[in-house]
């Protein structure tokens, strides 16, 4: 099982970005994905993610994402985007994605409840 994640790059204040996370050689159903970011010496954090539970799927952003960031998947490719707008320099981190057999519904958030981790894409943000 493999994620690759892309899209990263840099980008001005105000700009726009949109992240993929391609997951290959999985054998079983995805039900959680999540993109979660971190700063070097400080803790990953959970982005924004997506928890499918049969028919009924929940999204989660952190607050200071709410409007700008939007998760979305693609099953036909098994790609997850993160498309970014209105970034600042604060969104600056290596982004990863990751994903869970589980329907993780709110506990999305929380990065030990993922079994499969991407290297990760740098997103950097210039003031």
């Known amino acids: 099982e493999q994620l690759v994640e892309s899209g990263g790059g840099l980008v ?9 996370c ?4 999985f054998t079983f159903e995805v039900k959680s994905v999540g993109w ?4 070097p010496g400080q803790e990953r954090e959970a982005v924004s993610c997506l928890s499918r539970d049969g028919a009924r799927e929940t ?8 409007g700008r960031f939007t998760i979305s998947r693609d099953d036909a490719t098994n790609t997850v985007y993160l498309d970014m707008r ?5 969104d600056t981190a290596v982004y990863y994605c990751a994903a869970s057999p589980l329907s993780l519904r709110g506990a999305c958030t929380r990065s030990s409840k ?3 981790w991407g290297r990760g894409t740098q ?3 210039s003031s």
Do not use: I, M
């Open 36 to 39: 979660f970011r971190q700063v």
């Open 59 to 66: 999204t989660v952003h952190r607050e200071s994402v709410e």
């Open 123 to 125: 997103v950097t943000v």
């Open 22 to 25: 391609v997951a290959s050689g």
């Open 12 to 20: 001005q204040f105000g700009g726009s970005l949109r992240l993929s």
């Open 114 to 116: 993922y079994n499969f």
């Open 86 to 90: 209105l970034l600042s320099p604060a």
